[in-house]
């Protein structure tokens, strides 16, 4: 059973940073595309970003590009997600998933779950 596991999340002023991590154990880590996603109250998982295995190819959500950035380092079994300019309505609870296909921004391409961080965004 892969295990994904985030972490870095918490409670920010609008304006501000975090930087969210997902480790995973699974030693084939770096033939994996990865991807990040959020949820927020009432509403439906939406896409944020997403990177290839080789971390060349970057996708983002509309609503993020500019202002989050997804990095990997295969060494480490991890990937990040770097958080500024942050909004209220950045405020969700944001999971990885990894694909054993390439980098999507669907979510029905992702295998593999985590348990999600809660971000809170305050005005």
């Known amino acids: 059973q892969v295990q994904l596991v985030e972490s870095g999340g918490g409670l920010v002023q609008a304006g501000g940073s975090l930087r969210l991590s997902c480790a995973t154990s699974?030693?084939?880590?770096?033939?994996?595309?990865m991807g990040w996603f959020r949820q927020a109250p009432g509403k439906e998982r939406e896409f944020v970003a997403a990177?290839?295995?080789?971390?060349?190819?970057?996708y983002y959500a509309d609503s993020v590009k500019g202002r989050f950035t997804i990095s990997r380092d295969n060494a480490k079994n991890t990937v990040y997600l770097q958080m500024n300019s942050l909004k209220p309505e950045d405020t969700a609870i944001y999971s990885c998933?990894?694909?054993?296909?390439?980098?999507?921004?669907?979510?029905?391409?992702?295998?593999?779950w985590g348990q999600g961080t809660q971000v809170t965004v305050s005005s």
């Open positions: 990177i290839s295995w080789t971390g060349g190819v970057e």
């Open positions: 998933a990894s694909t054993g296909g390439s980098a999507s921004t669907n979510p029905a391409e992702y295998a593999y």
């Open positions: 699974r030693r084939t880590f770096s033939r994996y595309a």
